[in-house]
């Protein structure tokens, strides 16, 4: 049998009718806009009826007769009244509109599924927050978990993002044991893989947990504003510090708070190590330490690694040295330390005569050694002394002889470490992913911050001495002759670098603006 064609309206027209369809829909959006007021007034005049029906039917037989005699005088009093009837049929439609307006619910708690989280918080936290002892427990098992969590907040995905949680007094809070638990077993009820705040009020029994936002990666090498013996390492929570410097982000200015290392005689952490796993970090950090001591400063830099790391900072104005190899490093760490000495008897000379201290003391002179468990296990292959036994007289007496040492290692070398490196170095960082034993083990404290598992290069914590640990993120100093760098990085790093011998001095850029060198950086091979 053979096929009818199908009628022309349904097999050409679709385009028709859809453009139809649309052209209704324009239509019947332009009217709705335009009739919205009449809409809302409609709709608050039906809900003045109805209202008024119910109060009617709500009002006694022996009344009705009472309250009709006062409508009827109300309607004579406003016909009688000037411009009464107008005024009564304005304030009639404003209290229509006002009634008829689309009004947005307000929450006034959690939905079925934050409820349900917040109950299985509640039954995860009862052998934490409860002993048999307790008559009245504040956590017990079938328990109102309204009770103790006083203010919570959930973001889209219906994560925690702040929670208030309220505990019984003979928790013992005191004890870093106690709370590393609670904090660990909220941070894996409420979502791993983001950074949870804890603050405890010991006095007022109250733990508040807050999800905080991930520190910024946009903010690259730069002159940062800072005085002689200052040094930013980087930059973290602004609650954290009582500071913040201008910094350029992209052709934006913005302000930052930076986690501010000083050096110096009246300094109490003078000497810094750096600890991560490879590509954390670490030589990052490094290197732009070095670039800003150049500023005001010389630098020897030693590297174990050997894989030309600082080979930007060869042969410029104010870098001694950059030696990768045992003998080299051997030999330029035994001068910094001839050099410790020197520094400090002439200073001392100097004193005792009653003069003012030599210039070439007071210029800092900065020992920057990235690896150096590699090298001492290269020396003694080779039979030669650890480089590190040079490090011993840098660390004890650099303070007053205007001399910091910078130590970058691997978590899995600190054991290669001297007892000189680890007990005088009491700036510490830790970059990269780590836990909780690893972070305490080297900055000697837990952070306020649960670590997580995926972190871009140079996140991390900060320990200053005996202050708290705070979170951070180095500024971007990758190595200029890397082909994977950025060109605006490169540029930015090649612009910090002072000149080499011969070359033009640039002129200062402006503080917290990245300098724009003289002439296009040219990689040689």
């Known amino acids: 049998m053979a096929r009818r064609p199908l009628p022309r309206i349904l097999s050409s027209g679709g385009a028709q009718i859809a453009r139809s369809r649309e052209i209704a829909r324009t239509a019947a959006d332009s009217a709705t806009d335009v009739l919205h007021p009449l809409i809302t007034v409609s709709r608050g005049l039906r809900k003045l009826a109805a209202t008024g029906r119910q109060k009617w039917a709500a009002t006694p037989k022996e009344r009705r007769g009472p309250t009709l005699f006062l409508v009827a005088l ?79 907040a959930f973001d889209a995905d219906g994560r925690l993002t702040r929670l208030r949680i309220a505990y019984p007094a003979y928790f013992t809070d005191g004890e870093a044991a106690a709370r590393a638990r609670i904090e660990q077993l909220l941070h894996a009820k409420s979502g791993r893989g983001r950074e949870h705040l804890f603050t405890w009020d010991e006095e007022g029994n109250v733990l508040v947990m807050s999800v905080l936002p ?65 590509g954390s ?148 960082v830790v970059l990269g992913a780590a836990d909780f034993v690893a972070v305490q083990e080297v900055l000697g404290a837990t952070p306020r911050t649960t670590p997580t598992t995926d972190v871009p290069p140079g996140r991390g914590y900060a320990r200053l001495g005996t202050g708290p640990v705070v979170r951070l993120q180095v500024p971007a100093t990758p190595d200029p002759f890397d082909d994977a760098t950025t060109e605006a990085h490169r540029r930015a790093v090649l612009a910090l670098l002072p000149p080499g011998p011969g070359a033009p001095v640039p002129v200062a850029p402006p503080p917290g603006i990245p300098a724009k060198p003289l002439t296009p950086p040219t990689v040689q091979a």
């Open 214 to 278: 991930a520190l910024p990666t946009a903010v690259a090498a730069q002159r940062f504003v800072t005085v002689p013996g200052e040094t930013v390492l980087g930059f973290t929570d602004a609650d954290a510090v009582q500071r913040t410097v201008p910094v350029a982000v992209g052709n934006e200015i913005t302000q930052a708070p930076p986690v501010v290392w000083r050096t110096g005689p009246r300094s109490t952490e003078p000497h810094l190590l750096a600890v991560g796993e490879p």
């Open 281 to 428: 970090g670490t030589t990052t950090l490094l290197r732009s330490i070095a670039l800003q001591a150049l500023q005001y400063g010389d630098v020897l830099v030693v590297e174990g690694s050997g894989t030309g790391e600082y080979a930007c900072l060869t042969g410029r104005t104010g870098v001694l040295a950059v030696e990768c190899g045992p003998a080299g490093a051997l030999s330029s760490l035994e001068w910094a330390s001839k050099e410790t000495e020197r520094r400090l008897i002439a200073a001392n000379r100097a004193r005792q005569a009653g003069q003012p201290v030599p210039d070439d003391t007071r210029r800092p002179l900065w020992i920057l050694v990235d690896r150096p468990s590699v090298l001492g296990h290269l020396a003694a292959a080779d039979g030669h002394r650890d480089p590190q036994d040079m490090l011993s007289v840098p660390l004890r007496h650099g303070r007053a002889a205007q001399v910091i040492v910078v130590v970058a290692e691997q978590f899995d070398s600190l054991g290669a470490l001297t007892e000189a490196v680890r007990t005088h170095t009491r700036a510490r």
């Open 74 to 152: 109300c309607v004579f009093a406003v016909a009688v009244v000037p411009y009464g009837p107008l005024m009564a049929l304005i304030t009639v439609m404003a209290a229509a509109a006002w009634h008829g307006r689309v009004r947005t619910p307000v929450r006034t708690g959690p939905d079925e599924a934050e409820a349900g989280r917040l109950k299985a918080l509640y039954e995860a936290l009862v052998p934490y927050f409860s002993v048999p002892e307790d008559p009245t427990p504040l956590y017990a098992h079938g328990g109102e978990w309204s009770k103790v969590f006083s203010e919570y």
